[in-house]
């Protein structure tokens, strides 16, 4: 079954406490050595870690019309700051990858199931 770890943290640059440059390089390997783990165990379909809030550009047709806006859709202390699809037996394994996710340790995984993807260019079930 499909899972997304679906990670929010702190915006950096917030009123809370900075990490320092080595707080940055210690996680930057936990993360690598993560994501290394994930490969070994032959799990992991996509890692991706996005760029803070404040480079976001959000599109509605709400309105019935295009509407084009910089920044993100709310202000809120935690943003979305990552997502990685795993490959995995069930909820259980989810949740035991979610455990082990460097950045719970900052930051919050939301552990969700995959509805449907895109794989050769057609939508599948999970």
Same mark, same amino acid.
């Given at each position: 079954m499909?899972?997304?770890l679906?990670?929010?943290? =702190?915006? &950096?640059?917030?009123?809370? =406490?900075? =990490?320092?440059?080595e $707080?940055?390089a210690?996680?930057? $390997? ?14 992991l ?6 760029? =803070?809030?404040?480079?976001?550009? #959000?599109? #509605?047709?709400?309105?019935?019309? #295009?509407?084009?806006?910089?920044? &993100?859709f709310?202000?809120?202390k ?10 995995? *037996?069930g909820p259980?394994? *989810?949740? *035991?990858?979610a ?8 930051g919050?995984?939301?552990?969700? &199931? ?8 057609t939508?599948? #079930?999970?």
């Amino acid at each position: 079954m499909r899972y997304a770890l679906v990670f929010h943290a =702190p915006e &950096p640059g917030g009123s809370g =406490p900075q =990490p320092t440059d080595e $707080q940055i390089a210690e996680m930057q $390997q936990l993360m690598t050595d993560y994501v290394s783990a994930l490969q070994a165990a032959g799990v992991l379909i996509a890692a991706e870690m996005l760029h =803070p809030s404040a480079a976001t550009t #959000t599109v #509605t047709r709400r309105t019935g019309s #295009t509407v084009i806006e910089d920044g &993100p859709f709310a202000e809120a202390k935690e943003a979305l700051a990552g997502v990685f699809v795993l490959d995995v *037996a069930g909820p259980d394994a *989810a949740l *035991a990858w979610a455990e082990k996710f460097p950045g719970a340790a900052y930051g919050v995984v939301e552990v969700r &199931p995959v509805g449907a993807y895109v794989s050769d260019g057609t939508w599948k #079930t999970a």
